[in-house]
């Protein structure tokens, strides 16, 4: 195992521009070794009251230009470069995803960032032709307002960047940021926060509030001083906070246990099978475009289970800090378990072991299901860990109909080389993003991101993001 850095980082929570210790504290652990690697102060209810008044009172004291928000965004930008094997260390250990994987988000979030700072520059309301009788000699227009204060809540998965998916479109709008960060991967986000410190950006544009979903989540929500909230996680904890936030506006980035088709016609079957087990396993399984249920036409389903069951022979399977790892550990042991319950209970009602199947500790080794059926836990939720599920189909039509029926709508795959299918399918599939002839985990991190159905509400990528994050206004002039 390569050796772990020693160094045990000390947060505290983050207001107007220092940090602040507390006395209750949560420790980190490195989540291959099980080692503590940090200890966070714990924001009690006051704290975050206290970040929020100080979000609250920047916003409106403070403000940015939009050259100053560029400026600032891109030199932060430069900083991450700068660091960023320091950075992809710190994944690695928090969250345990293997180092190239690290450094491709560290990578991936200094794009977010860059995108955020252009479109600083570009955000622009539209002109209102006021063509309706008795509005003559009346002209209008539309701006955009940054709302205030937005609560921005993480998760652990892609800690570095979905916090920078959240705090540079923010900034990048001109509002000021109470930032959640998951409590399992909370030491990125602080290094984040210093990062922006040093790169410029004034006191009280980001506050950081350490603490667990249930108390210091909770407070945050529970402060009607928040004019949005920003949340990427689970459906469970989204819905709570759309029920809990009133007429206020949010943003939900949720789940997803994404279909990919791939049709007879598919350019290149191997090709296909290749995507979808190195992009269902990339990130440990854990992303939530993952790919998870693939339906492959019967004629090349044999194909496709031996070229998949290849990559996946090929794959190294381990300490997430060796730079050839390809899939480590997941979050928690305990969520490995829950994997490994979920597969028991397959292979009990008829499921097939392809490929995999056993767990290691917190590791859980690539595996490939056949024989599955719809209603099992691992089709029919979120299974979030290294699996694929294996389904063959004799007609599109109905490969179209059971990837449609879920209750998520992130995004889907589908491989053809019949240009007429693949644009039936974008009519027909019913999510958020539709990806031809590539697997459901594509994204850019400039195109417009989001679900439909539980799998949320509001789109990110920057410029889409600073669409939800400022209002629009309307400005009528009478001549
Ligand atoms: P999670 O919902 O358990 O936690 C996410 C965040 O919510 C954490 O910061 C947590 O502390 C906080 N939280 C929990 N309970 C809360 C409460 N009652 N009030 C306020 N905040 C609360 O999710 P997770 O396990 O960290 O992440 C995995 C989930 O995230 C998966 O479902 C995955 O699909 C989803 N995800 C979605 C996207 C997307 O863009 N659609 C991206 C990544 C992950």
Redesign the pocket.
């Known amino acids: 195992m390569a050796t772990t850095q020693k160094t045990l980082h000390q947060y505290g929570l983050l207001f107007n521009g220092a940090w602040r210790e507390t006395d209750d504290t949560f420790s980190v652990v490195h989540k291959h070794t099980g080692e503590e690697i940090a200890r966070i102060g714990k924001a009690s209810r006051q704290d975050v009251q206290d970040a929020i008044n100080d979000a609250q009172a920047t916003f409106k004291t403070n403000k940015l230009t939009p050259i100053q928000r560029y400026d600032i965004l891109m030199r932060a930008a430069e900083l991450f470069q700068a660091r960023k094997e320091e950075l992809a260390l710190i994944i690695v250990q928090e969250v345990g995803k293997v180092l190239k994987d690290a450094r491709g988000e560290i990578d991936r979030g200094i794009q977010t960032l860059i995108a955020s700072a252009e479109e600083a520059k570009r955000i622009a309301g539209i002109g209102v032709p006021l063509s309706q009788p008795g509005f003559d000699g009346k002209m209008a227009f539309t701006v955009r307002v940054p709302v205030g204060v937005i609560g921005a ?6 800690p570095f960047n ?1 916090t920078l ?1 959240k705090v540079g479109p923010a900034i990048a709008a001109g509002n000021t940021v109470v930032l ?5 991967t909370p030491i990125i986000a602080c290094k984040i926060a210093d990062i922006f410190l040093e790169a410029g950006l004034p006191a009280g544009y980001l506050n950081v509030v350490n ?4 108390e ?3 407070y ?2 529970e402060d009607e001083r928040i004019a949005m909230y920003t ?8 819905r ?2 759309k029920s ?1 936030t009133g007429i206020r506006k949010v943003t939900l ?4 246990n994404s279909p990919n088709i791939v049709h007879v016609d598919a350019p290149d079957v191997e090709k296909a099978a290749e995507l979808c087990v190195t992009r269902g396993v990339g990130n440990n399984g ?4 993952s790919v998870q249920r693939v339906y492959v036409h019967r004629d090349i389903y044999d194909k496709f289970i031996e070229a998949a069951v290849n990559v996946a022979k090929a794959l190294k399977v381990g300490d997430p800090e060796d730079p050839a790892t390809d899939v480590g550990p997941m ?1 928690s042991e305990k969520e490995a378990k829950r994997v490994e319950s979920w597969i028991e209970e397959a292979v009990q009602q008829g499921a097939n072991i392809a490929f995999g199947g056993k767990r290691n500790g917190a590791i859980f080794e690539p595996t490939i299901l056949s024989s599955v059926q719809p209603e099992m836990k691992v089709m029919c939720q ?1 299974i ?1 860990a290294p699996v694929i599920n294996v389904v063959p189909y004799q007609d599109i039509e109905e490969a179209f109909a059971w990837a449609n029926d879920t209750c998520f709508g ?1 995004q889907v795959g589908f491989f053809t080389s019949n240009l007429q299918l693949a644009m039936r399918a974008t009519q027909e599939l019913e999510f958020g993003g539709v990806i031809i002839n590539d697997v459901s985990t594509t994204r850019a991190d400039v195109m417009p ?3 439909v159905k539980d ?2 509400i509001g789109r ?1 990528g920057p410029r889409f993001a600073i669409q939800e994050m400022t209002d629009e206004r309307i400005i009528v002039i009478n001549l």
């Open positions: 809540i993480t998760p652990f998965n892609y979905l998916h959640k960060p998951a409590e399992m603490g667990f979903g249930q210091t989540g909770q945050l929500l949340f990427t996680g689970s459906p469970g904890v989204g709570h906070i809990v980035e949720l789940g997803n854990q992303a939530c475009i979050i979120e979030f992130l991101y989001g679900g799998s949320g990110e």
